[in-house]
């Protein structure tokens, strides 16, 4: 095992006891859960014990929402109804904050995850500047809704308001910057929050609480720690929340769905799994095309809703993509995250690798065979990608998402084959077309538009950069994340309207210059 750098070692636990309600960070002395790394700090594989967390149930759950439910006050609380420039220097001070903790985040993130030391440092900073563009953005909003509209006789002031109760649920594979790419704009746009980290990445949460507790108003944001079943069911089961914020899979937000009792009041704001395919035409670029489809199938060893989870390539080219694809696959670095150019890494879930070989196990009896030489290996916490073709639509790596590494390559003769196979998916994101002839990529773009919702043009399917929209079709999405998207996804058109007479604008010119209304406002924010 290479040595671990001094400056990344755990040299002492984390045993996290506080949990965050109505602005207090309160002790908890109840029953904890063990966070563990897939990593070993030994020469004899033994994962490394990371610390706990508190182990939460329904008393803490209502607590946290009875803190949102008292700060929201029924859209007369402090926050919905504060200034928008006062919300932002919330906000602003909050980033502040963060910036100081980069350096304990990212290791975190490497241990609890295995992301890559250079991913995790992306990660971070990404989140940094994703809160940064929000803030941006939001001002724009604010500045655009500072006048006033007239059609006919009546004149209409319009904003966008808060919904209410957020509940935000992230996934592991991004903790910090996709669970913050659902909680910041809920948080900006005057809603209140009760979110509980993902069950891989939790601990990296910690250093932030304080700095959620003392940069917003109490009961803006409650954090608690747990199991989703034990904290996030009670919450929906009262029916008092507004918005449920999850990245995640689809059989969690049913579940979820189905315990609130007014779903139809329920609004969804849902990042949610995808099968997103590569498309390789028969004059596509192989250096390019190889290199943008090793980034899309391994990248993080695949664990990621963007990935490219399953290849088609034409007949034509099927056997030199092959052979070359699966060479690359094993020239890739496997070693542990700050190791100096590695590419693959230990994987966070220990049955991940069990997993990974029963879809290939069941992909070899039905006619699969392994291209890669390295394909299938195993290590203490890791499976070696396996480039598996031919694949039929039998095989459960056709048909699962394998969030892994694993990487099902299909060939095709005639183009309606993908078409007709992402017709019938359930997933509809993204995906990523590989070739050169305008006339054959014309016809082709136009169609897969409608199929997803994001056609990458020689290029490997992803969410970023951030300021682009971010959502998906059928069973991938529901509402879009984009910093300009979010904020509307968490907020409502809502407005003050009156009718052209003296006393009205007598009266509305009254309160604009008394400046006691913070909505009813054309203050214009630089």
Avoid at 121 to 147: G, H, M, N, P
Avoid at 186 to 213: C, D, R, S, W, Y
Avoid at 270 to 291: S, V
């Amino acid at each position: 095992m290479a040595k671990i750098p001094e400056k990344f070692k755990i040299t002492s636990e984390i045993h996290h006891d506080t949990y965050l309600i109505n602005g207090e960070l309160k002790r908890w002395r109840g029953n904890t859960t063990k966070v563990a790394s897939t990593i070993s700090s030994t020469d004899t594989y033994i994962p490394t014990v990371l610390g706990s967390i508190p182990d939460m149930g329904e008393t803490e759950a209502i607590e946290a929402l009875d803190a949102a439910l008292g700060t929201y006050n029924q859209g007369k609380g402090v926050w919905p109804t504060m200034k928008v420039k006062d919300r932002i220097e919330c906000m602003e001070s909050f980033v502040r904050k963060m910036e100081t903790k980069r350096e304990e985040i990212v290791k975190l993130l490497m241990w609890e995850i295995g992301k890559s030391l250079p991913d995790s440092e992306k990660e971070f900073d990404r989140t940094v500047e994703y809160i940064y563009d929000t803030i941006e953005d939001y001002k724009q909003l604010d500045r655009d809704s500072a006048k006033f509209h007239k059609s006919g006789d009546v004149y209409a002031h319009i904003r966008r308001g808060p919904l209410g109760i957020v509940l935000c649920l992230g996934p592991y594979n991004y903790p910090l910057n996709e669970t913050f790419a659902l909680l910041i704009p809920a948080i900006i746009m005057g809603n209140t929050t009760i979110f509980k980290p993902a069950k891989h990445g939790v601990l990296l949460i910690t250093p932030l609480l304080e700095a959620f507790q003392t940069c917003f108003p109490k009961g803006v944001v409650n954090i608690l720690f747990g199991r989703g079943r034990a904290v996030a069911a009670p919450i929906m089961k009262t029916g008092k929340v507004d918005v449920l914020a999850l990245i995640g899979n689809s059989k969690s937000a049913n579940a979820l769905q189905e315990q609130h009792p007014k779903s139809n009041r329920l609004r969804l704001v849902l990042g949610l799994e995808a099968k997103n395919p590569a498309i390789i035409l028969p004059d596509a670029d192989l250096d390019l095309t190889i290199n943008e489809v090793i980034a899309g199938t391994t990248s993080f060893n695949g664990q990621r809703c963007t990935a490219l989870k399953v290849v088609y390539v034409h007949e034509e080219i099927k056997e030199e993509f092959l052979k070359r694809f699966s060479e690359r696959v094993d020239q890739l670095k496997f070693g542990n995250p700050w190791d100096e150019g590695v590419k693959l890494t230990p994987l966070p879930e220990p049955g991940k690798p069990g997993y990974i070989q029963e879809l290939i196990d069941d992909a070899l009896s039905k006619g699969a065979v392994i291209q890669n030489k390295k394909g299938g290996e195993h290590f203490d916490n890791y499976i070696w990608p396996a480039v598996l073709y031919p694949v039929s639509k039998d095989m459960r790596v056709y048909e699962e998402e394998q969030f892994g590494p694993v990487i099902p390559v299909l060939s095709f003769k005639d183009i309606e084959e993908p078409l007709d196979d992402m017709a019938e998916s359930n997933y509809g994101q993204q995906v990523s077309l590989f070739g050169k002839d305008v006339y054959t990529l014309s016809p082709l773009i136009d169609t897969l538009a409608n199929l997803v919702c994001r056609v990458n043009l020689n290029s490997s399917c992803q969410r970023g950069p951030d300021v682009y929209p971010f959502t998906g079709r059928k069973d991938s999405a529901q509402a879009t994340l984009s910093v300009h998207d979010a904020l509307r996804s968490f907020s409502i058109r809502t407005f003050v309207a009156f009718k052209d007479n003296e006393l009205n604008n007598e009266t509305i010119e009254q309160l604009l210059d008394a400046k006691v209304s913070n909505f009813l406002s054309t203050d214009y924010i630089l």
